[in-house]
């Protein structure tokens, strides 16, 4: 049985649509590796949903019909509202919330005929770069269980890595689904803010927000791609576009493509393995045809900064609607007033309740200029920097993904620390791009380095073989056990 677990997305796919395998032997397969598992990566596990949703794909498929995920079996970050089933955002606030709709992203799963194996653990409201602030307890990651997995979407990156379902879905307002992909040695892809719709997202940014796979392989990452995004009416933030093939487009090949690497994402000091990793995806490229070259993103400084001054904003207002009045968790009280702040301060946990009390400061009369809308000012210019380098011609941007290797639960109890793991992946956002984690290397300690690709804006398709010319240099990465 652990055999299937070993199959990657586009094998298990294949070998169902050859009735080499059934999705019942699959879902089974997993199941079993989820029970036997301590890396605290689901919240919810729906096995029996899961059996029944794979006994309708095999007669899907036996009958020579189904969908592009037939039979597959997937896992969903615990934000994506699924209906009829628990939805936590792994706060304390939501624990006994149970949607009665379902996320346009995982209906388009379902749709494709993949199967639910059940809901990841993560970040508190996806809030977090290390998986520790879940109201569930922390993920582990499967290279070394002292070790955190990332976040916000730590418990898809370790199931993933962990061989607890076939691919994962994710979020990234900051990083949530690169920085956890290159600390657990696997594939994460960020889309275009408007590819995938946000409707039935947990929001925590909303303007920053956008759902993505978590993935073994590149190949993964554009089949689950392709199935998740779509524009949607109710989510005005998606964007009317052709979604393309992006499975196809892992043949477009690299030679000729120009490849900027900004001078200002070297850090100081900048720690060696990871200047060496860096070196060492030039050469994979340049070897593979493509033209790299010095570029400069000039405002990145202050990407950090001002993204940790938009996304708390917008996170106290989206987060007001947790009042204990209308679904979720209630703590009575006398009163209305102390009805609202009994509830808010047993269900969310510290970190939230920092983000809320930060955002509700720079909104604040006599506050909202000199912070909020600086900080917008400051992610026009660094979105402006982006563009000037793309309309010079450059294909994508490579980065390091990280500025180090998974490190131990605990180790970084100053919260400014923690912010600083987001400090390659935080631009991408501000300028609303797609950008792609790929494992390319090893620490001195053995454990997963990831590098980034940036792309132009809805061109994902533009980032696929760049990321597989990565891929095929760099080699897959499996953590020792598995």
């Known amino acids: 049985m652990s055999a299937l677990t070993e199959l990657t997305l586009a094998e298990a796919r294949d070998r169902l649509a050859a009735r080499e395998v059934t999705s019942t032997e699959l879902t089974d397969a997993y199941l079993a590796a989820i029970e036997a598992s301590d890396l605290n990566a689901y919240i919810t596990v729906t096995g029996e949903r899961a059996r029944d949703m794979a006994k309708a794909s095999d007669a899907r498929l036996a009958a020579g019909e189904g969908g592009a995920l037939e039979g597959v079996p997937l896992a969903i970050k615990d934000l994506f509202c699924t209906e009829g089933v ?29 199967v639910m194996l059940g809901k990841l653990n993560l970040d508190e409201f996806a809030m977090g770069s290390s998986n520790e602030t879940s109201a569930y307890g922390p993920v582990k990651n499967p290279w070394n269980e002292a070790l955190v997995p990332g976040g ?43 590819r995938c719709s946000r409707w039935g997202i947990v929001a925590f940014a909303s303007s920053l927000d956008q759902a993505g796979p ?143 009390l930060i955002g509700t400061y720079v909104l604040s009369a006599g506050y909202y200029d000199a912070y909020y809308l600086r900080a917008q000012k400051v992610r026009t210019l660094i979105k402006r920097d982006f563009e000037t380098v793309f309309a010079e011609g450059i294909d994508a941007l490579l980065t390091p993904t990280t500025p180090g290797p998974a490190f131990a639960m605990g180790a970084k109890p100053d919260p400014v620390e923690m912010y600083l793991n987001d400090i390659f992946t935080v631009p991408v956002n501000m300028a609303g791009l797609p950008g792609i984690s790929v494992p390319a290397g090893l620490s001195d300690d053995g454990l997963p380095l990831g590098l980034q690709l940036i792309g132009r804006p809805f061109d994902e398709a533009g980032l696929m073989p760049l990321a597989r010319a990565l891929e095929d240099a760099s080699g897959h990465l499996t953590p020792p056990g598995f």
């Open 214 to 356: 978590i993935t073994r392989t590149v190949r993964d990452a554009a089949i689950m791609l392709r199935e998740m995004a779509s524009v949607d009416e109710k989510d005005s933030t998606s964007v009317d576009l052709p979604v393309p093939d992006y499975e196809a487009a892992l043949e477009a090949g690299v030679r000729g493509k120009r490849i900027g690497v900004p001078r200002e994402y070297r850090v100081d000091p900048m720690p060696e393995a990871l200047e060496r990793l860096w070196e060492k995806g030039v050469a994979f490229l340049r070897d593979a045809g493509a033209e790299v070259v010095p570029v400069s993103l000039p405002h990145t400084k202050y990407a950090l900064p001002a993204y940790y001054i938009v996304a708390p904003a917008e996170a106290s207002s989206n987060l007001a609607r947790y009042d204990g009045v209308r679904y979720g968790t209630r703590v009575n009280a006398d009163d209305i007033v102390g009805m609202y702040e009994a509830t808010r301060a047993a269900g969310f946990g510290a970190e939230v309740k920092r983000r809320i």
């Open 152 to 194: 916000s979407s730590g418990g898809s990156a370790a199931a993933v890595a962990g061989r607890l379902c076939a691919a994962a879905t994710g979020t990234d307002t900051g990083g949530s689904i690169r920085q956890p992909a290159a600390l657990t040695g696997t594939v994460g892809l960020k889309p275009t803010y408007g």
């Open 86 to 114: 628990q939805t936590t955002a792994a706060s304390n606030i939501l624990r006994d919330f149970v949607p009665t709709y379902e996320s346009t992203v995982t209906a388009n799963l379902w749709r494709a005929g993949a």
